[in-house]
């Protein structure tokens, strides 16, 4: 099993930066893929940004050029760094892994991006 906890979350100004943080509860190195989805009231999840063993990295293209995800391999921890954040950015976060073809989600974490 992996247990997952985001944190980071908050409310910014557009225009703002923000840099979230998802802690796994066992080697990021065993975990076939880690990464970031959203979901605004009313909307599906959708993928924000990826990141896989092999170092292989996926972006949404609302957030291209805007947000970078990276691995902490000492801390265990995937990141994601939200930089020109937009009104449109305001969703509640959900960290996600891949382990053993089971998927595992965070909690979320709440962020808001007032204009």
């Known amino acids: 099993q992996v247990q997952l906890v985001e944190s980071g979350g908050g409310l910014v100004q557009s225009g703002g930066s923000l840099r979230l943080s998802c802690g796994a509860s066992r080697s990021i190195f065993s975990l076939k893929s880690m990464g970031w989805y959203r979901q605004a009231p009313g909307k599906q999840r959708e993928l924000v940004a990826s990141?896989?063993?092999?170092?292989?990295?996926d972006y949404a293209d609302s957030v291209k050029d805007r947000f970078t995800i990276s691995r902490d391999i000492a801390t265990n921890t995937v990141n994601l760094q939200m930089n020109s954040l937009k009104p449109e950015d305001t969703a509640v976060y959900f960290c996600k892994a891949v382990f053993e073809r089971t998927i595992y989600w965070g909690q979320g974490t709440q962020v808001t991006v007032s204009s």
């Open positions: 990141t896989t063993t092999g170092g292989s990295t």
